[in-house]
């Protein structure tokens, strides 16, 4: 993932303090891994940025700790945030076709 592109495309990570280098590179990796090119095809860049600043919410990676809902009981899932809400969102629209044919 592009980091500097998925700053861009969401500011409110911008801060290099907040949300150092290191956590945002792993975060986008994990998205990239997580995110079908033949899937998203176009749209794929948009679904990786939404995947990692869900990630990046949810939790610590590379020794940054974010904020977190605890009051679940279950593992958190993408209706956790507004980042993830938007990805399920358009994996309905984008993918539902692909998983159905």
């Known amino acids: ?54 990630y990046l919410i949810l939790g610590t990676f590379g020794g940054v700790a974010t904020s977190q809902d605890t009051s679940q009981t279950k593992q958190p899932g993408y209706e956790t945030t507004s980042y993830g809400r938007q990805f399920q969102h358009l994996s309905r629209l984008f993918c539902a076709g692909a998983i159905f044919t």
């Open 1 to 54: 993932m592009d980091s500097a592109a998925f700053r861009t495309e969401f500011p409110e990570f911008a801060s290099t303090t907040d949300y150092i280098a290191a956590s945002v590179a792993n975060c986008g990796t994990i998205a990239e891994q997580l995110v079908s090119t033949d899937m998203w095809g176009d749209m794929r860049t948009r679904a990786v940025h939404l995947v990692a600043a869900h």
